[in-house]
């Protein structure tokens, strides 16, 4: 995985080959390094900008231990009117780089996510849904004057009301273990095996995100090739996670020793390939077969008779694709929807073809064309 430089060319080269940029951490300021990008050419923007914490003094444990808190340099601001400032530029940045029907998620806590949300309002993106990132083992709240803050909020958004996004429903659906896939989402911190330390022991990042929760998110809001933009990308949680589940990535990050840590953590990284990559997908996702399709296939003959499951309605298959029972004619939702006296029918469905001594529905003369063209 190589590192570019701002000011070093991440146009496309005049070849087959992928971008320079793809794949790659770019090193300086976000919004310098994104105006080097090309237009709308993300699918999936991750952020998770500093949130301003606001700290006052050192914190510590009841043994008087110190607790590593986030207080280097990228996450303090001189206002709240800075911040603000920052944030516009950043996101205004992304918008130009996302594509029209791509997906942005913007993590943040209780000190800045509520200002990032009105100027992303602001600026014309459209709110999908706010998720709560609720962790299974938050950090006590030592002082004992505030509850303990055990939840991150992630805003999903769009670049206006009109868009498209990708949402794996049926995806996150499997899952869930065949539930819809909630806002709450249950989650531990990054620990263990997966935290980046030094030599000393020490946390690489203050703020390391767990790979689980990139994972649910690419999950959801893009597909294998997509691209997906980190515009503060740490140690590559983003990074690591895109290569995993066969997403491109591009990254762009200030400090040298963060960018050091993800080059060794993505390279580490075994990507998945072929069958495993692929995601359930509902029925709206398959391509459409016209029930002309099953007469041009000889899988129905003119004149074939179709019923209902029970032959109750029985109706006969025109030359044309269309269907005729008794004095209805029309299509096979319509015919269906007539006979039923019904506001409206599937007649994938509701139609059955006799087969042997059974009653099979069309839909399976369908399925069987789908098989044919995925052969």
Excluded at 5 to 22: F, I, K, M
Excluded at 58 to 87: G, I, M, N
Aim: glycine letters at 8%; charged letters at 25%; proline letters at 5%.
């Amino acid at each position: 995985m190589r590192v570019l430089r701002t000011g070093v060319s991440t146009e496309a080269p005049h070849t087959n080959q992928e971008p320079d940029w793809l794949n790659t951490i770019i090193k300086g300021d976000c919004v310098a390094a994104l105006s080097k990008l090309p237009a709308k050419s993300v699918d999936l923007v991750f952020a998770d900008p500093p949130y301003n914490l606001q700290l006052g003094g050192d914190l510590h444990r009841p043994d008087q231990s110190k607790v590593d808190a986030c207080d280097d340099h990228w996450d303090q601001f001189d206002s709240f009117e800075a911040y603000d400032a920052f944030t516009r530029a950043w996101l205004l940045s992304v918008r130009r780089v996302l594509k029209d029907n791509g997906s942005l998620y913007v993590i943040g806590s209780y000190h800045n996510i509520f200002r990032v949300g009105s100027i992303l309002q602001d600026l014309g993106y459209w709110i999908m849904n706010d998720i709560v990132w609720l962790k299974s083992n938050p950090m006590p709240n030592f002082r004992g004057k505030r509850f303990t803050n055990a939840h991150e909020t992630i805003i999903w958004a769009t670049k206006s009301k009109t868009a498209k996004p990708t949402f794996n429903y049926e995806a996150l659906k499997t899952f869930n273990d065949d539930l819809q896939m909630r806002s709450d989402w249950h989650l531990p911190l990054c620990t263990g095996s997966e935290r980046l330390k030094n030599d000393d022991g020490q946390k690489v990042h203050p703020t390391q995100k767990p790979e689980s929760l990139l994972y649910r998110v690419m999950t959801a809001s893009s597909n294998p090739g997509d691209v997906v933009l980190d515009p503060f990308f740490g140690t590559g949680t983003t990074g690591a996670v895109a290569k995993k589940l066969g997403r491109d990535f591009v990254g762009v990050e200030r400090e040298q020793d963060y960018i050091d840590a993800a080059t060794a953590r993505i390279d580490a990284i075994e990507a998945c390939s072929g069958v495993s990559l692929e995601m359930q997908k509902g029925k709206r996702a398959e391509k459409r077969i016209p029930f002309g399709t099953l007469l041009e296939a000889g899988l129905l003959q003119p004149g074939a008779e179709l019923s209902c499951s029970k032959g109750k309605h029985l109706a006969i298959v025109r030359a044309d694709g269309s269907l005729k029972s008794g004095n209805h004619t029309g299509s096979i939702h319509k015919v269906g929807a007539l006979v039923q006296d019904a506001e409206s029918c599937n007649g994938w469905t509701f139609w059955h073809i006799k087969s042997g001594r059974k009653r099979a529905p069309i839909d399976d003369l369908r399925k069987e064309i789908r098989s044919r063209l995925l052969g």
